[in-house]
């Protein structure tokens, strides 16, 4: 096959044009930092960069829940325990007022402290997170109660003992909320005992009685139990706070070695580029060179 000075120069230029192809992707990549800038350069990279990419973004969404799962946890346990210490300080009055030292006068006085201390309650009993309601179960835009001063919402059925859930990880649920509708009912009835008991000029003797008041002072089986129950559902709260901080590190872990992997997978070497590219950068001189002598002199230098 006779070869021609027309195919010498084409299979030059295309030559050519795929070192300058060669060199344009290791600058593509030093400059992007990426081994691959379309998803065509490498189908299999782009695959598993997009898996690695969309567990990125579930861990993501699973840091925000778990903040969300934070914030209503670290707010129901700041109200059980401002529960805790109002009950204190109903125990407190109880046992005063059943000394039948104080007058009735000093137990109207009491009586209205015992009045705020319920209202307190109630305010309570409705505390939100944002716009949520967090003892109202499910019906989280309901109060438990209608007002500070009226009764239990009737709205707020079965759905009030229903737990929220929350994703923070593949298929492990958290349930964020306390329902409360129970323990602030049996907070409430007691509270209510109390301030007719006062309200109707009990004595001390009669208070004693009608509270199961132990001669001792130190035990009111009725107040006693709604206490411990306060403290069970707190002990709930701490252990599920202890929880949603073990599952934040194990999603810290994952977002470290899910990173790892992506950067394996796609980042560039710098150093095997660069020797790649200075590699690739003589062998385009040395064919620009070598074309200069294979492309035919003209008729101008035949006429020097």
């Keep these: 096959m006779r070869v021609t000075q027309s195919m010498l120069s084409s299979n ?34 782009a695959v598993k960069g997009m898996g690695y990419r969309i567990d990125l973004d579930k861990n993501q969404q699973y840091q925000r829940n778990l903040r969300e799962a934070n914030t209503w946890l670290d707010t129901t346990d700041e109200a059980l325990d401002q529960v805790g210490g109002a009950l204190k300080r109903v125990k407190e009055l109880i046992v005063q007022a059943a000394n039948d030292t104080n007058t009735p006068e000093e137990r109207q006085k009491i009586n209205a402290e015992m009045q705020q201390i319920k209202e307190q309650l109630r305010d309570i009993a409705n505390t939100k997170v944002g716009e949520n309601y967090i003892f109202s179960g499910t019906h989280t835009n309901q109060p438990l109660y209608n007002d500070k001063t009226g009764p239990q919402n009737p709205g707020i059925t079965t759905g009030g003992q229903k737990p929220i859930e929350i994703n923070v990880f593949d298929g492990v649920p958290m349930n964020i909320n306390t329902p409360g509708t129970d323990l602030f009912k049996d907070i409430d009835g007691f509270m209510e005992h109390v301030t007719t008991l006062l309200e109707n000029g009990a004595t001390g003797p009669e208070i004693s009685d009608a509270l199961g008041l132990k001669v001792s002072g130190s035990a009111i089986p009725g107040l006693d139990s709604i206490y411990e129950s306060t403290l069970t559902l707190r002990a709930d709260v701490g252990a599920r706070q202890n929880r949603v901080e073990m599952m934040g590190n194990r999603l810290s872990l994952q977002e470290v070695n899910v990173t790892k992997q992506l950067s394996a997978n796609e980042d560039t070497d710098y150093a095997k580029t660069i020797t790649d590219m200075v590699t690739q950068e003589s062998i385009h001189q040395a064919a620009l060179s070598v074309g200069a002598k294979i492309i035919q002199q003209t008729l101008v230098d035949f006429i020097r």
């Excluded at 192809?21 to 290791?26: A, D, G, T, V």
């Design 12 to 45: 030059m230029l295309r030559n050519l044009n795929t070192s300058y192809s060669k060199m344009s992707k290791y600058q593509d990549m030093l400059d992007s930092g990426k081994v691959i800038t379309r998803p065509s350069d490498d189908p299999v990279i």
